[in-house]
């Protein structure tokens, strides 16, 4: 007598979704795998097809010789411009004792996707004239790469001349804006002569997604609000007819436009 085991079932691998709804760039996924067949071999990171994610662990919970059980982490990875990342497992990934591999990849767990938006916003600031005089105020043009909230951005966000949260109002700084545009006013002291460098730096603001500005951004611009005054000094204020004097003007500051006329 001969006894023959027939078995042609082919073995199962179902996935357990992550909690998470969606995710930004940097998060961490973790998201849970079952084996099913008679004594399966297990599962290789290289088993899985992951779009906009690197998955870096796997772990087994529990083995025995008809299911295994157990963990897959990974991160999604920063400026992946897809709207969604997945991850999938295909046919004739496991293998059970008799050979036979699984043919289930079609059903539906057999692979997740969640909503993702991993591209980190920027910012470009401009001025149209960095030369403020007398009277004048600064204007800091802050474009963003996207729309974010209305409070997305505040004043302890920039940097003046390196240092964090120096750009307050009761220096003459002012900020406005929502969405994509914004304003940085500065409106310098009387009798002032500096340069300065306002900086937004990387970390400062975050879009709807969560996702942090990733560049560092400076502008620099000079003011001069101190008025020049004249002295007007005469050799002979004492004049007869036909006589001559010598009137000196002394400026306080080299001005390029004086002159006669």
């Not at 004739?92 to 692979?111: H, R």
């Not at 003046?160 to 914004?182: E, I, P």
Request: hydrophobic share 35%.
């Amino acid at each position: 007598t001969v006894n023959i085991t027939v078995d042609t079932a082919p073995p199962t691998i179902a996935l357990t979704e992550p909690v998470e709804t969606a995710f930004k760039g940097g998060d961490t996924v973790s998201f849970g795998y079952t084996l099913t067949g008679n004594n399966i071999t297990g599962l290789s990171l290289t088993d899985f097809v992951a779009t906009g994610l690197t998955l870096t662990g796997l772990t087994v919970t529990t083995s025995t010789a008809t299911e295994i059980t157990g963990t897959v982490t990974g991160t999604v990875n920063n400026g992946y411009a897809g709207s969604t990342v997945s991850v999938h497992i295909g046919n004739g990934t496991i293998t059970d004792a008799m050979g036979n591999t699984n043919a289930d990849g079609s059903d539906t767990n057999n692979g997740w996707s969640r909503p993702a938006d991993a591209i980190r916003p920027t910012a470009a600031l401009s001025m149209t004239d960095t030369n403020i005089a007398a009277g004048e105020v600064g204007i800091i043009h802050i474009t963003l790469s996207e729309s974010v909230g209305s409070n997305a951005l505040q004043l302890t966000d920039f940097l003046l001349n390196g240092v964090s949260g120096a750009a307050t109002a009761a220096l003459g700084y002012s900020l406005t804006g929502s969405g994509a545009n914004w304003v940085l006013t500065y409106t310098p002291p009387v009798a002032t002569s500096t340069s300065s460098t306002i900086t937004l730096s990387a970390d400062a603001f975050s879009d709807a997604a969560g996702n942090n500005n990733a560049d560092n951004n400076s502008i620099s611009f000079q003011v001069d609000s101190v008025v020049p005054t004249a002295t007007i000094t005469v050799a002979d204020n004492t004049l007869g007819a036909g006589s001559t004097t010598q009137i000196q003007i002394t400026l306080s500051e080299a001005c390029p436009t004086f002159g006669l006329g």
